[in-house]
């Protein structure tokens, strides 16, 4: 079946680095979402991305979905406190798929 | 407009017990998803439903089943709790493009 692999599984930075987290699915996705966990929370919806090769910004974070859409990364430019948690990437296998396949999250901590 | 509640928060039970977890939405969504979550493992799907009346399997349905018998509700059930079957687990409410996730109950099986 379709599995979604996200790396690194953890990351931790001092505030103001960069991070990136990556996610790789082993079939084509029709889109990607992501999700953002803070600790004991639950996910939140942060953003979907459908076509092939496509960017999207929203404030430190920059989003992107492969040309192939088999791939998608997450980067946050210079790590605030408030960026800690746990990111989860997750698809829809095929067209008219009902299941979305989240990937196994990258946590991300971060010394102030 | 209260989005996705579960009950209850918290529950602890014996091995063989049975327990039914609420899942609760007032946003009008056809589909309504139960997952798990486990350290290192990410969300785990066990049963979904696209609608009122109609319940299908995650990967992770055994020892689990499911009723959506209103639209607005999708109840979970433990028939006969394992120790493995301690975690967290999550409601969400949606569609394809957006889901919308419960605060979750934290379930312990001794």
């Known amino acids: 079946g379709q599995q979604v692999m996200q790396i690194p599984q953890y990351q931790h930075v001092q505030e103001g680095e960069d991070f990136t987290t990556y996610c790789n699915s082993s079939?084509?996705?029709?889109?990607i979402q992501w999700y953002k966990q803070r600790p004991g929370g639950h996910p939140v919806f942060l953003i979907q991305l459908v076509k092939s090769g496509e960017v999207k910004k929203q404030k430190r974070l920059t989003f992107q979905f492969g040309e192939a859409k088999k791939n998608s990364s997450l980067h946050i430019t210079a790590t605030q406190t408030t960026d800690v948690g746990t990111y989860f990437c997750a698809g829809y296998g095929i067209q008219g798929a009902q299941k979305l396949v989240f990937g196994q999250g990258t946590r991300l901590t971060i010394n102030p | 407009n209260a989005g996705v509640t579960q009950t209850p928060k918290f529950r602890v039970l014996k091995t063989g017990q049975s327990m039914t977890l609420l899942c609760a939405q007032d946003?009008?969504?056809?589909?309504m998803y139960w997952y798990r979550q486990d350290p290192g493992m990410g969300l785990r799907l066990i049963h979904y439903s696209v609608g009122e009346g109609t319940t299908a399997k995650g990967e992770v349905p055994d020892g689990y089943n499911v009723s959506r018998l209103k639209k607005q509700n999708f109840l979970l059930g433990l028939e006969s709790a394992a120790p493995s079957q301690t975690s967290v687990y999550f409601c969400?409410?949606?569609?394809?493009?957006?889901?919308?996730f419960g605060p979750g109950t934290r379930l312990t099986v001794t």
């Open positions: 946003m009008n969504h056809e589909y």
């Open positions: 969400a409410s949606g569609d394809r493009d957006e889901q919308y």
């Open positions: 079939t084509t996705l029709s889109n």
